[in-house]
Nanobody, 118 residues
Framework: QVQLVESGGGLVQAGGTLRLSCAASGINFRINAMGWYRQAPGKQRELVAT???????YYADSAKGRFTISRDDAKNTVYLQMNSLKPEDTAVYYCQSKRQLPPSQTYWGQGTQVTVSA
């Protein structure tokens, strides 16, 4: 059974920091690209950052310079360090795994709420 379990969300003031974690089980973590997405109320889910199995990272413009995605293959965990948080970062943050070798498989976590107060 595949599980992606996010943690680390919460309420923080603008300018603060949070570190999200996503612990994966039931997948071969090392051959999966991992990603963080977010969905604000009334908006579509959007990409925040991704990291490939080889460690190549990609960031949405909104995350560049403030967020850092990393992975620990020994712990089957992906992280999202979020600094200089803004009220517009308020959303439910979701973890995604995407297998990079065939067959392609994608899984999602249940999400963790991040609320940034002004």
């Amino acid at each position: 059974q595949v599980q992606l379990v996010e943690s680390g969300g919460g309420l923080v003031q603008a300018g603060g920091t949070l570190r999200l974690s996503c612990a994966a089980s039931g997948i071969n973590f090392r051959i999966n690209a991992m990603g963080w997405y977010r969905q604000a109320p009334g908006k579509q889910r959007e990409l925040v950052a991704t990291i490939t199995m080889s460690g190549t990272t990609y960031y949405a413009d909104s995350a560049k310079g403030r967020f850092t995605i990393s992975r620990d293959d020994a712990k089957n965990t992906v992280y999202l360090q979020m600094n200089s948080l803004k009220p517009e970062d308020t959303a439910v943050y979701y973890c995604q795994s995407k297998r990079q070798l065939p067959p392609s498989q994608t899984y999602w976590g249940q999400g963790t709420q991040v609320t940034v107060s002004a």
